[in-house]
């Protein structure tokens, strides 16, 4: 009995393609043509100049917006914040969820 009653880790994990994207616009802006070269430069400018963003910061993210596409006020500690996440994500423990809102609290809204 003693695996019954196992403490579950968080296992949602924050990815960001940014520094990918960056790269890849790098390159295209190398090889574009004069027609090409305005749009993509632009498009580099708004990805450098968007803030990067830590691991808590992107889950937060997703679970906001997880949270808020189920109708509900996404606040730390919410007992019906909690549960629409785990709604949404049914594989996410307990404690997983209630670290996950806390998150969703403090990300910005978008």
Sequence with gaps: MS???TKREL???GLSDRDEIVDTL???LDAADDTERPGLARALAL???APAR???ELRGR???ERIE???VEVRADSVVAIRALRKSEPALSLAAALKLTKEAAEAPAR
């Design 62 to 64: 997703w679970a906001r």
């Design 54 to 56: 830590t691991e808590v």
């Design 69 to 71: 596409a189920a109708g």
């Design 3 to 5: 695996g019954i009653f």
């Design 47 to 49: 990805v450098e100049a």
């Design 11 to 13: 296992q949602v994990i």
């Design 26 to 28: 790098r390159r295209a």
